[in-house]
């Protein structure tokens, strides 16, 4: 055998660091946040989609007496733009929560459903989406959604 490693290249910026249209879509998701219907987790997740075009969809999460038929906010915005803007590519997504009142210290992190769901989209338009997930301490700023999805099943092997 031999070991084997992955490495995850990130950037942590300060928010005054981000260049403007980043703060934007930061500030987007934040705001969302505020729609986030959660009454069972009372964690508030809002994320903002920005395409090629400059068209941003944003989201929150949305939740369910059933749980699992609730959605995650990031799935929430980047459906809404697939569903209007079918032939445009996500080029960004910034996701933010909170939750007491307080938005997280620590970057907040997409589950592993909404990773897999946007790389179809990275995949199909041959295009990073860059990520940017905020927290009080920073802003991680990944570069590509495939750098948090190693190991990736992108359908390339399907037949
Ligand atoms: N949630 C999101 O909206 N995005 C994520 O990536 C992580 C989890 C939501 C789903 C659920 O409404 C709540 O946060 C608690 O899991």
């Not at 910026?13 to 009454?39: H, I, Q, W």
């Not at 999460?61 to 079918?86: I, K, W």
């Not at 009080?136 to 495939?146: K, N």
Request: with cysteine.
């Amino acid at each position: 055998m031999r070991e084997a490693e992955i490495i995850v290249p990130f950037q942590v910026f300060a928010y005054e660091e981000l260049p403007a249209d980043d703060r934007e879509l930061v500030d987007m998701a934040k705001a969302m946040t505020a729609t986030s219907y959660s009454p069972y987790s009372h964690f508030r997740v809002g994320a903002a989609l920005r395409l090629a075009d400059g068209q941003v969809f944003k989201g929150s999460n949305q939740e369910n007496a059933a749980f699992p038929s609730g959605l995650c906010a990031e799935r929430t915005a980047f459906f809404a733009a697939s569903a209007n803007a079918p032939e445009v590519a996500p080029v960004a997504v910034a996701i933010a929560a909170q939750t007491g009142g307080t938005f997280l210290e620590n970057p907040v992190a997409p589950c592993g459903a909404c990773r897999q769901s946007l790389l179809e989209a990275e995949t199909r338009f041959k295009q990073p989406i860059r990520v940017l997930l905020y927290g009080t301490c920073g802003i991680y700023v990944i570069q590509s959604l495939r750098d948090l999805l190693p190991l990736t099943f992108d359908g390339s092997e399907l037949p």
